[in-house]
């Protein structure tokens, strides 16, 4: 078994605790090798032929059921999946789960993976609930390399009894590769379209097979920009050792090591407009402002950047007692060093210089109004360096054992984790700082003219705490019923540890840092969660369960992402969640093929505050009602399928704000009764592998997005049907093809968008969007020794 759910952790009198654990589980004696024969020395890792998509177990010890058996939707993304699509980045990966969308970025803050699960974002700046080997990275970044990730799980609906505080509409967990114990190697070089170069290794080896040591060694170098789009360039190398000690034993213990650096610029996106052609919106439709093109980049691409430092630690270990009782302690530590400078594109919501409309000279969408359409850059503040720590220590102990005629498998743990951030936050030194510039939309510059030099005039630190213990118990009367249950108690804290700021003279000249004003009192919330589902099997390939879960996010959990706490986010209540699902799983073709299907309602309730002067605050109330569907593994020896669909109704119930602003020429209106932002109502992947012969394979893959709204004005964020745009739906068709010319080496050419349909993969509501890949191709070799 390998990774491990949730985050959380201590100060420096809790992290000797954790210390102690890892060390206590150090000691326990090793013990005998396991009843399962080990098969050693193979050149070929089972399970990787091309078209094997079906995952039966997560790779948490929490779980401790088969998928099929698991009362909750969840979807698995196989490591041969993220290889047959070449699928680069956490969202290349996610465009195969159907009903998650990206949500854009925004200003100096955007840049970053921002995440919808069931229409309801994964948490403050999208990082909140990803997670790595089940430990929280709640760090705000561009997740964009794959090569160490074994698979994705994602985990859709109200969830904090098993992953933490947070967990709204569903998390991301990446698991990471592990040692085994067999031999292989494999390299792979790849060349493309858009100066695509990739080249990789993947090898394990058995140091001593008697005592279960084996080595793995995954590397990485990468370089390539973006098929369809102008000016984008990436570059990265990463490093991933691990070594097992005591695999197939009583005893095990696995080390794990990554580093990642990853350099170039942002893909922002292009000017957009609204065309006025939707029936059922004001704001009309989306689409590209006029004599813009699709490839054109709008940053400068001498300034914008995005540069990420990363490294991870891992320890874990795993001793079973007997048949009866085992041990599981994970200790990680990690690190986010961050430097990104950004300019954003703008269009029909931009004003050239010169223009004065409403407060802050920001949008005014009134038809009415007298304004001034264009094109034009952004440069507000644009600059920031971050650095995130994360320390986490999990303990599991897991039971077997039988009561009253009741079988139990029951996990009871505890999580103690604490994360830190140093933020800076600054604008270009020398030059104009002007906040827009106007740009001629069919030749925008792809430089900047002046100095690029930096200066960082604020800085905020930032801490959280989390000590969790939680229950989770399935307890299974028959063969044919079973039910789960599981509570959680989060004891969460987080505050501002440090506010410095300094200015900025016209010639560049930088004053000292002094203490700024801000709020440092700690927030503090205890937040309780839990699950209840009943399953009935009628067969023992098949399951139909029903759930309720809860979730529960404290106010300020961005804090270690987004700069720190406020006195509104102390002050604000948690926002609960409610999943109620009804749904069922089915293992078929002598197992190989898993169906699954639910029903289910996600609800959230929140506060926010209305009046900055007063601190008034509101409840917002949000529902989605929905169908998920989901197919993976083998229909014949030769024909597999991944395929993922999902039906989100989404309805905002309650918002008791009303928007009155004059900047935005909103008269003031309820959002409530109004469809939530960003949420398609249909959506769909699907991806089908059929091996021809012994050499050849053909891949193809089609993915559709419905339409959606998003209001106009602020990123992406809900306002009256009157200050909504509808992003168009769209489809998307990839293949492959493969051909094993020798029992080592391989060939696959992959094309990617072969339509080179143009459409908008993020769009933000301040007048632009991010489109989607163009057409393209790779082609990569393998070789397997």
Known sequence: MSAKPDSSLPRPSLLKTSLGLTMASLALPQGAQAAEPVELGATAIKGEQDGDYQTRRMASEKYTQPLRDVPQSISVVPRELIEQQNAQTLEDVLNTVAGITFNSGEGAGGVGDTINIRGFNTGTYGGSNVFIDGVRDSAYYTRSEMFNVERVEVIKGSSSSTWGAGVIGGAVNMVSKTPRLEDFNKVTGGVGTAEYKRLTLDTNHVLDADRGAAFRLNLVKHESGINGRDWIDRERWGIAPSLGLGLGTDTRFILGYEHLEDTGNYDYGIPTVHDGKSPRLNGGSVSRYPGVKWDSYWGYRNLDKEDNRIDRLKLKFEHDFNDNMRIDNQFTWSRLVRDYVVTTPEGSCLFPTGTVVGANGTCNLSATSARSDGTGRRLIGPSRHTENQILSNQTNLIFNFDTAGIHHDLVTGIELSKEKLSQKNGSLRYGTLASRFAVDPSDPPSKFSGSTENAYTSRNDAESETKAYYVIDTLKFSPQWQADVSARRDHWEAQTTKSLSRTLGTNGVLSDWVNAAGYFDPAKEILTSYRA?????????????????????????????????????????????????????????????????????????????????????????????????????????????????????SVILEDERGYSDTRFDRPGGSQKGIEMSNVPKHAASIWTSYRLNDRWSLDYGVRYVGEKYIGLGQQGGNVTKAQRAEVPAYVVHNAAVKWQTTDELGLRLNLVNLFDKHYFRQYNGRGFGVPGEGRGAQLTAEYSF
């Open 533 to 649: 589902a009943l399953t009935y099997k009628p067969a023992e390939n098949g399951s139909i369960y029903i759930s309720y879960s809860t979730g529960e996010q404290p106010g300020a959990i961005g804090a270690t992402a987004a700069g720190g706490v406020s006195e509104t986010d102390a002050e604000l209540t948690p926002t609960k969640g409610r999943n109620y699902e009804l749904g069922t799983k089915w293992d078929l073709v002598d197992g190989r093929l898993s169906l699954t299907g639910a029903l289910f309602r996600t609800e959230s309730t929140g506060p926010v505050e209305i009046d900055a002067t007063t601190g008034d605050k509101a409840n917002l109330k949000y529902r989605v009602d929905g169908v998920e569907l989901g197919a993976s593994g083998n229909i014949t020896d030769a024909w597999s399928m991944f395929a993922t669909y999902s039906y989100l109704d």
